[in-house]
């Protein structure tokens, strides 16, 4: 009886104790079977309950990666549980068997689950409000949508989903800060420009925002700076219209000086150069 309950303990262990009558008599003739796990779960390897436990593996197979012994397809589920939960995802989200199958047939490893969730979901859900939003307006995505589009590798890859994470954060600073409406592709153009980092975003929009009077009105000859002139001068991504920028701001000064209205109400204009520099 206690190789037979220690069967019933390995069973459980790896999801299968519904085959503990069928390989109880197994154990019964020769007990020594507990002894090698490996041994006695490949000898249920074509039982539908087997197949179905470790689906991942049928996935990997017919994407011509190797598969997983039971060992280290169970230690693979516990990593994924381990990274869910040091990211204080609730229990039940994305942390059942058929969501780590998904995982494992995709050949998902814990370090890129930890990527997914870190660097996407949770950038986006403990962001300020704007962020998410800025991911619904952009790719129309709903708040189920938003998880799914970060942790389920058959929905996006994990550098598409970290870059549109970013590009929603760039598009939230310049509405925020500056009053601009990026499209997809400038967030993402700019969020790539900037590597990622969301300070400087927050940093150049708000550079820009503070001076919206100053660059907006026109003196006699000059033409309107546009709104992509103003991103580009400001990050730096465009020469030409980081020099339109300070060819103005000289002008604006000069005019100051002269005694022009402008400057009793504007501070802080010198101010205006490219962000980084």
Same mark, same amino acid.
């Given at each position: 009886m206690a190789a037979v309950d220690e069967l019933k303990a390995i069973l459980t262990y790896y999801g299968l104790g519904t085959l503990a009558d069928v390989l109880s008599a197994r154990i019964v003739d020769d007990p020594t079977l507990v002894e090698n796990p490996t041994v006695l779960l490949s000898s249920v390897r074509d039982t539908t309950e087997y197949k179905t436990r470790f689906k991942g593996n049928e996935t990997r197979r017919k994407a011509g990666l190797p598969e997983l012994s039971?060992?280290?397809?169970?230690?693979?589920?516990?990593?994924?549980?381990?990274?869910?939960?040091?990211?204080?995802?609730?229990?039940?989200?994305?942390?059942?068997?058929?969501?780590?199958?998904?995982?494992?047939?995709?050949?998902?490893? @814990?370090?890129?689950?930890? +990527?997914?969730?870190?660097?996407?979901?949770?950038?986006?859900? !403990?962001? #300020?409000?704007?962020? &998410? %939003?800025?991911?619904?307006?952009?790719?129309?995505? @709903?708040?189920?949508?938003? +998880?799914?589009?970060?942790?389920?590798?058959?929905?996006?890859? !994990?550098? #598409?989903?970290?870059? &549109? %994470?970013?590009?929603?954060?760039?598009?939230?600073?310049?509405r925020r800060q500056a009053g601009f409406t990026l499209d997809a592709a400038g967030a993402e153009a700019l969020a790539t420009e900037l590597k990622g980092n969301i300070g400087t975003a927050q940093q150049g929009f708000q550079q820009i925002g503070a001076t919206q009077e100053l660059l907006g009105m026109n003196l006699q000859g000059e033409t309107t700076l546009t709104q992509a002139e103003q991103i580009a001068g400001t990050f730096g991504t465009n020469q030409a219209a980081a020099q339109r920028i300070a060819t103005r701001r000289r002008k604006r000064q000069a005019t100051f000086e002269q005694g022009g209205g402008f400057a009793a109400t504007q501070t802080g204009t010198t101010g205006l150069g490219t962000v980084g520099q």
């Open positions: 039971p060992f280290d397809y169970v230690g693979l589920e516990n990593s994924y549980r381990d990274t869910l939960r040091a990211n204080s995802l609730p229990k039940g989200f994305y942390d059942t068997q058929d969501d780590f199958a998904n995982f494992i047939g995709k050949d998902i490893s @814990s370090n890129e689950l930890n +990527a997914r969730v870190s660097q996407g979901y949770n950038a986006v859900m !403990q962001a #300020e409000p704007g962020t &998410k %939003a800025e991911l619904k307006q952009l790719y129309g995505l @709903s708040d189920g949508d938003i +998880a799914a589009f970060f942790i389920d590798p058959t929905r996006f890859n !994990q550098s #598409e989903a970290i870059k &549109k %994470a970013q590009a929603a954060q760039v598009a939230s600073e310049a």
